[in-house]
């Protein structure tokens, strides 16, 4: 069975520190993976989504970037965290096959002080 | 491009009862897929049910159903006999069949179910 694993699940950072959030999937090959982050209380924002290695389209431009190295891992980075950068950071996959579900981690609560 | 609007922030229900989230969407397409997801306070993001466009008939999961209605491009999650485990976040999403677009999810409704 397909499963997708995201880490740290907790991390507080000092503004200008770097980040590195890892996402692999585990039991699938060829998926498209996906970062969204969600504000406290507020929907899910898309950040990013790759359909293959070293494929990456950026949806909102910001201090992020997004890196794909191998099929099934996803990093999500910043060279210099933002106070704004603070939130809840989901890695998700789905299939190519189009409008299958989307599978989410367990989500990395990231807070820039 | 394709909009989701649930327009309850919140909602609350009595345990035991059956509550319903509202959900519309804006899209020109014909063969498409819904999904309602839950967030319970874990934030683990759970697909509760997923209703296929061209299908008629309405998806079922055990206590949670959805009513499709395509001409009105309404898509709302009805949950009944309500459990406290049921409290969380429910948010709709959209996805066009075979597309290269993303899902699109709504604001996401505040469900608070009362002992």
């Known amino acids: 069975s397909q499963t997708i694993h995201q880490w740290p699940a907790t991390l507080v950072q000092p503004v200008g520190s770097p980040l590195s959030l890892e996402c692999t999937v585990e039991g699938t090959s060829n998926p498209n993976l996906y970062w969204y982050r969600q504000a406290a209380g507020r929907g899910l924002q898309l950040l990013f989504y790759?359909?293959?290695?070293?494929?990456i389209s950026s949806e909102v431009p910001q201090n992020l970037s997004a890196s794909r190295p191998q099929d099934r891992q996803f990093i999500l980075s910043s060279k210099k965290l933002l106070l704004s950068d603070s939130g809840f950071y989901l890695c998700a996959w789905d299939s190519r096959q189009g409008g299958e579900k989307l599978f989410f981690g367990s989500g990395t609560q990231l807070s820039v002080l | 491009a394709q909009t989701v609007t649930q327009s309850q922030p919140e909602m609350s229900v009595q345990e035991a009862e059956t509550v319903t989230l509202s959900c519309t969407y804006d899209t020109s397409e014909s063969d498409y897929y819904l999904f309602w997801y839950k967030q319970p306070p874990s934030r683990q993001m759970i697909l509760v049910i997923r209703?296929?466009?061209?299908?008629?008939q309405n998806a079922t999961e055990n206590r949670f159903s959805v009513n499709f209605q395509k001409a009105a491009k309404s898509f709302s999650l009805k949950i009944s006999d309500s459990q406290l485990g049921d409290a969380a976040m429910y948010f709709c999403?959209?996805?066009?069949?075979?597309?290269?677009?993303?899902?699109?999810f709504g604001k996401g409704t505040k469900l608070t179910v009362n002992p």
């Open positions: 790759s359909v293959g290695i070293g494929q």
């Open positions: 999403a959209y996805i066009r069949r075979g597309g290269s677009e993303k899902l699109v």
């Open positions: 209703q296929e466009a061209y299908k008629q």
